[in-house]
């Protein structure tokens, strides 16, 4: 294996533990919210709002998926569904007063988090990693898992 092999399965490996360590840290930062209602909260949060098949289309996944993850959030009251003022036929979700509590909550403590690991790097590695991470995430799209 050569060199560019060998970092390609360390970037892999390494992402995978990142990817897990993000996982377990959402339970951590708030107990009702995991990283997949993060995540939408977030998104719906960034978009002030948006159709439940544009939360599918902008993630991949499946309408159904999506249905439950919206359902879920409706029940804990953190999303609320509004008509759309220019279109009554659509349904736009929006975080609800509660979720926009919860997501600031969150997001604080995942910033913290972030702080607090990366406290003792050199600027220059910081401004590199982020460029780096910056440059994964505009690829070439989403070929499979990554």
């Known amino acids: 294996m050569n060199s560019a092999e060998s970092a390609v ?13 993000a996982r377990a840290s959402a339970g951590r930062m708030h107990p009702e919210l ?4 993060y995540t939408l ?11 439940a ?12 998926t999506v249905s439950r993850q919206v359902a879920a959030l409706e029940r804990t009251g953190l999303i609320e569904r509004r008509l759309d003022p220019e279109d009554h ?5 929006h975080l609800t007063e509660a979720g926009e509590e919860i997501l600031t909550q969150v997001t604080h403590s ?14 220059e ?7 780096y991470l910056e440059r994964y995430n505009a690829g070439r799209g ?3 898992p990554a």
């Not at 995991?34 to 209602?37: A, E, K, N, Q």
């Not at 590695?125 to 460029?131: M, Y």
Request: proline share 1%; charged share 30%; hydrophobic share 40%.
């Open 125 to 131: 590695d910081l401004v590199r990693f982020a460029a």
């Open 110 to 123: 995942r910033r913290a988090a972030f702080h607090e690991r990366l406290a003792d790097w050199p600027e």
């Open 142 to 144: 989403d070929s499979g």
């Open 41 to 51: 909260l977030s998104h719906l949060e960034e978009q002030s709002g948006c159709r």
């Open 89 to 93: 036929r659509v349904q736009v979700l």
């Open 53 to 64: 098949t544009d939360l599918a289309a902008h993630y991949a996944l499946d309408k159904s």
């Open 34 to 37: 995991s990283l997949v209602s």
């Open 9 to 21: 399965e360390t970037i892999q490996r390494e992402m995978t533990i990142f990817a897990r360590r």
